[in-house]
């Protein structure tokens, strides 16, 4: 197992306005390990339960890539069910963390996003991004299909826009294309011109009832009620296709590109 499956790191902080930042990063294009998908998840939940926080802001490190999605290496180490329906399960926890967090959450989308990224781009409240966060579900062209980000991202955009990235999986969507989608509410010439703007809105909800912001986040998210349930079974699907000699196969020639 390569080592960079354990690299990559999950910070937050809080300022003294009530607004908390999670960071998330990795060497490989951000992507997203079990450990980092496992923090990431446990600090979004602490950061909802922790009652100086107000709202959420969920960034990456780096400057064009936000996140990658799966870690290649790790999908590749994947010898049996258990294993793979644990990984998947890591997405789901995230995107479940987002869903039942009762602070509302700001997504940073600085540059492209794959997989797993574009699931956790949408599993954010409102979120803004740059010209050069363009979108793709890879995940068919690899043998797997976007199972477990799949609800969250079609709630977002909708079923043929879902559909769209899915099927045509090696194909990249700009970020134009995913603001007129509804993924981003706005789109940025830079991240400094984005920067600003999210501490706008941030100083804004800083100031405003977290009560109503709770119960505003509840009914946004009405409807999902089931997605535990839901988002599991999803990572069954995959923890299963992971294994397949066609994924195998398709990981391996992905990852000598």
């Known amino acids: 197992m390569s080592d960079a499956i354990h690299q990559g790191h999950v910070e937050a902080s809080i300022r003294t306005n009530g607004v908390a930042t ?21 600090t979004i939940t602490e950061m909802g339960k922790n009652e100086e926080v107000k709202l959420i802001v969920i960034k990456s490190a780096g400057d064009r890539v936000f996140c990658a999605g799966a870690s ?5 180490s994947i010898q049996d069910f258990s294993t793979g ?20 959450i700001i997504g940073r989308v600085q540059g492209k996003a794959v997989g797993g990224g574009v699931g956790v781009a949408s599993a954010v409240d409102y979120c803004f991004a740059t010209k050069y966060a363009d979108v793709k579900l ?8 976007p199972f477990v980000v799949g609800p969250v991202v079609q709630r977002k955009i909708g079923m043929s826009a879902m559909s769209e990235l899915a099927i045509n999986a090696t ?29 706008k809105l941030a100083l804004q909800l800083s100031k405003s009832n977290p009560e109503a912001m709770s119960l505003l986040k509840g009914a946004f998210w009405k409807g999902t009620e089931d997605w535990d349930v839901l988002l599991e079974k999803r990572a069954e699907l995959s923890g299963k296709l992971v ?10 020639a992905f990852k000598k590109k």
């Open 22 to 42: 999670i960071e998330f990063g990795h060497p490989l294009s951000n992507s997203l390990p079990g450990k980092i998908l496992q923090k990431l998840a446990a």
């Open 171 to 199: 194909e990249w969507r700009s970020a134009g294309w995913a603001r007129d989608k509804g993924l981003y509410t706005e789109v940025y010439d830079s991240a400094e011109e984005m920067d600003m703007a999210i501490e």
């Open 138 to 145: 890879s995940e068919l062209a690899v043998g797997i299909g």
């Open 72 to 76: 290649f290496d790790e999908l590749i």
């Open 85 to 104: 329906k644990q990984f998947f399960s890591g997405f789901a926890n995230v995107i479940n963390a987002c869903r039942k967090c009762p602070k509302l």
């Open 243 to 252: 294994l397949s000699d066609f994924t195998v196969d398709s990981i391996n």
